[in-house]
């Protein structure tokens, strides 16, 4: 048997499944909704009768939103009854005010309604994003509309989205509607999102990503001003006219910077899964290639990555035995990679990333790169690229 508090609970869970659809092409297929009520049969009443009259005397003093309807019921032992057998709401609206969201809804309905109307291509993307309708400010729809508009009126502007010539429209309140902004752009247009990001929808510019890039001979850092420690597009850093003997690629920033000069070698770092961005960079395949990173699934599935673009790749301090010699310094990885195994990675590295998945020494361990001394580091980074350099000169 349900009382108002039961309605109220079944109702807000309907609501959180169902509300967007209220607002879409066929509202009208959810109205009117009939919530039973539970009503008991006569053995039930029999077996708890205080409770039966309360329920009814509960419902009959109820005077909330909606419409109650009453069933005659001629009972054996208890003769007629006239019980509450379900409440009907005939709209959303009604369902809304039930629960306490009639504000929010009536500010969705009628933004969505109004907004529809202009423009109905936009009626199933609109509905998906009842948030926005329901709790952006007046100013921030509006300003979305008049980026809609605008982006309607100049299709393919090859803009950077802050030169977009509208009040307000800087990068705080840009970046985190990028995706709402990309739906509705796409669905104004008729255009399957699919995988599209917010640039390419918009037709809007995008800005050059930077690499860092560390110049670690003494000769190279003279063919670039002397500089040694340089953060550049991909592009601008491909047109270097040089040929590195040998390319470092570390994992994590702080271990770039502490890097000492070595005869010939650049690195780059702090690129995490964006290693790709150096298939860019065409002297890098006639250069020797180290990767270090950490000793954690994702340190491998970054090395496994990278070696997809450039199959030369040999990694440093990824072993075993380095994992190993530190056990003071294991830490706990918050998170491993799902993959089970990388066909890029060696028979040796795959045998670690195995253990790590496994368990095999600890619960989710990871050594860091930067927690080895690096008067231990150091050495064995020289030995490594002395050797690759070597077996690359041997290549050719």
Known sequence: MKLTDSVRLWLLRRYASQHRDWLGAEPERHWPLTIPLGMPTEAEA???????RAWADGWRAWR???????????WRVLGVQTLPEALVLRGPDQAAMW???????????????????RKPALTRALARHYDVLADYSDPDFQRL???LAWLGEHPAPGLYPRQIPLAGMDSKWLEPRRNVVAELVAAAVDDDLGGKDFHHVCGLKRAPSLVRMRVLDPALRAMVGGMGDISAPVASLAGIPWQPSTVLIVENL?????????PGAVAFMGLGYAVDALAA????DSAACLYWGDIDTHGYAILHQARGRFPHLASVMMDEATMLRFPTLWTEERSQ???GDFAALTMEERAVYSALRNNTWGQKLRLEQERIAWDVAWPALEEAVATAHAWRITLR
């Not at 960079?281 to 890098?284: G, H, L, Q």
């Open 64 to 74: 909330g939103v909606g419409e109650l309807r009453w069933v005659e019921r001629r």
């Open 337 to 339: 990679h799902a993959a």
């Open 254 to 262: 702080q271990t770039g910077l502490a890097l000492e000069d070595l």
């Open 281 to 284: 960079v065409p002297w890098i």
């Open 46 to 52: 029999l077996r708890q009768p205080d409770a039966v």
């Open 145 to 147: 509309l008049d980026l």
């Open 99 to 117: 629960i306490g969201e009639q504000d929010r809804w009536r500010r969705a309905l009628a933004r969505f309604t109004e907004t529809t109307a």
